[in-house]
């Protein structure tokens, strides 16, 4: 087994310790005692939060550290039938200046499900912004022969998805001030469906971006889609050709969950997905070791046999520490056994799973069931306590030590009564938590807001 890690198909580790689940695989204290380390009075976080848009619908953001502290934050727009992408920057991390509107006019967005905004940051600086859109007069051949799914349906939802969607890039060298044009990254014709794009910078400073990918699904096989990958080496100017992340594998993955993409300078790129195997919605990874010219068979990191015979539109979350471990959490209503680390939960409930592996050494710890919920987003600390956020009755954030000894905490940040959906959150280097999500303003809008609050005083 010393030789499997030049292939993640070998990555039996990653497993290993999923069929059995108890709350023994963290130390989880009471949970009075929980709320009462959180020192948090009320339901509300202990950060400031701040509403950051007034005029229109916005949705789906995208929070990430500001290099020399603060924030940037991409999210959608949609103002009647047009829709755009929007970038805003704080130097504090709480006040956000005006935004730069970085789509074309003629874009249509692909706002279904967990489809948004995705953003990265260089050493150099350079910010990466990805999105999907497309033509809303030129539905794709998809569209024509399978129908739009029901989840872009309802009275505050997106409208039916545009066709031709394609994947876009967009970079600023002036710290968000200005961006460039929109370029393309998938690089077949116009016409198949390409969404949830995720985009990454590696140390060299290379842009990779990964999405869902429908160009060989066909007549027999509707809505047969991949994990694709394009690498570019001169800063998102041009792009290699596309790689198919999942060749490994002959049968397609879960068409409508978003995927997530992680790089770390030693482990290589990992990229996780919901897959598809008969109707089995477990999540898969696969890892490039060669700067992703190629990708090893996909492998499950759970085994909850979730079965499904539709989309569960919940995409998985990676972040890496600084040590080299990979954190990950995601969704399943598979066979989890045991009680969440914190909150109630019933068996008919999404779960909201963590693990934390190292692929350097082929180590895993057991698979944690964090909470009931879903969308759970990660962000790791410089110390290697991992966050976590996800929907349930509200917004809830949880931190997960890397000490095992100390127990889970988790607080609330957005009313049930406001439908808080879609979270985003960072961590900063000087040790500041960023969150954002959507939420109902008093008119009945969708509206972005923001939380900021130190990491250690908030949870100690």
Known sequence: MGAALAD????????????????????????????????????????????????????????????????????????????????????????????????????????????????????????????????????????????HSSESRGRKGPPRRPGNLNIYLATSRDAGKTFSAPKKVNDDADGPEHRFPTVAVDARGAVCVAWLDKRNQSDARPDFARVY?????????????????????????????????????????FIAFRDALDDVRDISIVRSQNNG??????????????????????????????????????????????????????????????????????????????????????AVDAAGDAYVVWKQDGLHLAQVPANATRGVQRMQVGLPETAPNYPSLATTPEGRLLVAWQQQDAEDRTQIMTMTSGLRDTWE
């Not at 895993?364 to 969308?375: E, T, V, W």
């Open 229 to 269: 990958l394009a690498r570019s080496t001169d800063g998102g100017r041009t792009f290699a050709p596309n790689v198919d992340a999942t060749s490994g594998q002959e049968h397609g993955i879960c068409h409508c969950c978003k995927l997530t993409l992680a790089i770390h300078p030693d482990a290589g790129i």
């Open 8 to 147: 993640i198909g070998h990555l039996r580790w990653l497993v290993a310790a999923v069929l059995i689940l108890t709350t023994s695989c963290v130390s989880v204290q009471d949970r009075s005692a929980d709320r009462e380390r959180s020192h948090v009075p009320g339901p509300l976080a202990a950060g400031p939060i701040r509403q950051v848009t007034s005029e229109g619908e916005n949705v789906k953001p995208f929070i990430l550290a500001r290099p020399g502290g603060g924030a940037y934050l991409a999210w959608a727009r949609r103002d009647d039938d047009r829709t755009s992408v929007q970038f805003a920057v704080s130097r504090d991390g709480a006040e956000f200046g005006q935004p730069v509107c970085l789509s074309a006019d003629g874009m249509h967005l692909d706002l279904g499900a967990e489809s948004g905004p995705h953003a990265a940051v260089g050493r150099d600086g350079a910010i990466h912004v990805v999105w999907v859109a497309g033509l809303a007069k030129a539905p794709s051949a998809s569209h024509a022969k399978h129908g």
């Open 293 to 378: 010219g190629t990708f090893g068979k996909p492998e499950l990191i759970e085994n909850t046999r979730w079965v499904l015979p539709g989309c569960p539109m919940d995409g998985p979350s990676l972040a890496f520490d600084r040590a080299g471990n990979l954190h990950a959490v995601w969704m399943t209503r598979g066979n989890v056994r045991g009680a969440p680390a914190v909150g109630p939960a019933t068996e008919d409930e999404s779960k909201v799973l963590y693990r934390r592996f190292d692929p350097q050494k082929q180590a895993g710890s057991d698979l944690l069931f964090l909470a009931a919920g879903s969308h759970p987003r990660v």
